[in-house]
């Protein structure tokens, strides 16, 4: 999309703190609250986002949300002086927390008799386990009628995301419940995009979409419209039946079958070693990838359409072990993996 501006005019700002209201909560099941924000002002992020239509599907494209802290009124943040100046450098107290959602869809509704954007977001609540931070907290309170700031891309920008297949033949896409928006708009899409595509040998692009959640009870919320011979949907609870299995265990075990690998590239990768193919032992992480580094965070940049493009995203311990699964465990390029860490065990966002 080309873009153009008047000549002497300011440039857009590429982030944007906008006001929403909340128009709807819906619980889903356990794990997850359904949160609708609309209101004029979001018709200023990036049309890219929005879309043109009634409805639009965003893939893994996100917005941050700016949490208050309890008893005080949301804030704007202010940008005209950058958002480390105008947001991050008040005291946590004053300021509050910023959480990233990613965006499962976009619509239209009337509010306050006009036509506005209407964003929807699925925000996971913790019910405690020490898990219950502020952006759970928020969702598990938040009513219709409350007002909300958020950041997001500005009106010449593209959408925060990373979802870029390539043309592959076979997509595989993994994560756990915070990834559940992103991995349900992706699969929805995906059916649509290839409905009637087909290769010149007659076969079909297919999509393996594994989402681990925390219960039973949240899967049946993550089911598709219909059954499609393309799209294979592996949804895996946590908790239920059996044994708890820990975070990532039961998508990496997933993942490892859908690769055809052993289920001992698992245990290594699970325990912090590196798989190697054939008959060799595993060595350790090098420096670069120990666990308590930074959160992981790569796009891919697939080129060939006969390689898998994998699409990882979650927790960033599980990301940085599903990532040596599909790489050093079945050799698929490093350029055909994109991994995001969306949030990290034991560490804040802000």
């Known amino acids: 999309m080309t873009v153009t501006s008047t000549p002497g005019a300011a440039p857009a700002a590429p982030v944007l703190c906008v006001e929403a209201a909340v128009t709807s909560v819906t619980p889903l099941c356990p794990s997850f609250r359904r949160i609708t924000l609309a209101g004029p002002e979001l018709a200023g992020l990036s049309p890219a986002l929005l879309g043109a239509g009634e409805s639009t599907r965003c893939r893994d494209a996100y917005i941050k949300l700016l949490v208050p802290p309890p008893g005080r009124a949301p804030e704007r943040a202010d940008l005209s002086v950058g958002l480390r100046e105008g947001w991050f450098a008040r005291p946590a107290e004053e300021r509050g927390w910023m959480r990233t959602y990613t965006v499962r869809g976009v619509r239209r509704t009337t509010f306050c008799g006009i036509v506005?954007?209407?964003?929807?977001?699925?925000?996971?609540?913790?019910?405690?386990h020490g898990q219950d931070g502020p952006g759970s907290?928020?969702?598990?309170?938040?009513?219709?009628?409350?007002?909300?700031?958020?950041?997001?891309?500005?009106p010449q920008e593209r959408p925060w995301a990373a979802w870029d297949h390539g043309g592959a033949r076979h997509v595989l896409a993994v994560g756990d419940e915070t990834a559940a928006?992103?991995?349900?708009?992706?699969?929805?899409?995906?059916?649509?995009?290839?409905?009637?595509?087909?290769?010149?040998?007659?076969?079909?692009?297919?999509?393996?979409?594994?989402?681990?959640?925390?219960?039973?009870?949240?899967?049946?919320?993550?089911?598709?419209?219909?059954?499609?011979?393309?799209?294979?949907l592996h949804v895996l609870p946590r908790a239920g039946r059996g044994a708890p299995a820990g975070h990532g265990h039961r998508a990496?075990?997933?993942?490892?079958g859908l690769l055809g690998l052993p289920g001992g590239a698992v245990d290594d990768v699970l325990a912090g070693r590196r798989p190697q193919r054939g008959e060799h032992a595993p060595v350790p992480l090098r420096v670069g990838e120990?666990?308590?580094?930074?959160?992981a965070w790569s796009v891919a940049a697939p080129g060939r359409a006969d390689v898998p493009y994998v699409f990882l995203a979650g927790e960033s311990g599980t990301v940085k072990a599903l990532r040596r699964l599909c790489v050093d465990a079945a050799g698929i390029p490093k350029d055909n993996v994109s991994f995001m860490g969306y949030w990290r065990q034991g560490q804040a966002e802000s």
Request: net charge negative.
């Open 137 to 154: 907290r928020w969702a598990a309170a938040a009513a219709p009628g409350e007002r909300v700031y958020l950041l997001g891309p500005g």
């Open 116 to 128: 506005v954007p209407e964003l929807v977001i699925d925000v996971v609540v913790h019910d405690g």
């Open 290 to 295: 120990r666990p308590e580094e930074p959160r």
């Open 252 to 256: 990496a075990a997933r993942l490892a």
């Open 181 to 232: 928006p992103a991995l349900m708009s992706v699969a929805e899409e995906f059916a649509e995009e290839f409905a009637d595509a087909a290769a010149a040998d007659g076969s079909r692009p297919r999509l393996d979409v594994v989402l681990e959640v925390p219960h039973r009870d949240d899967v049946a919320a993550h089911r598709l419209a219909a059954e499609l011979p393309d799209v294979r």
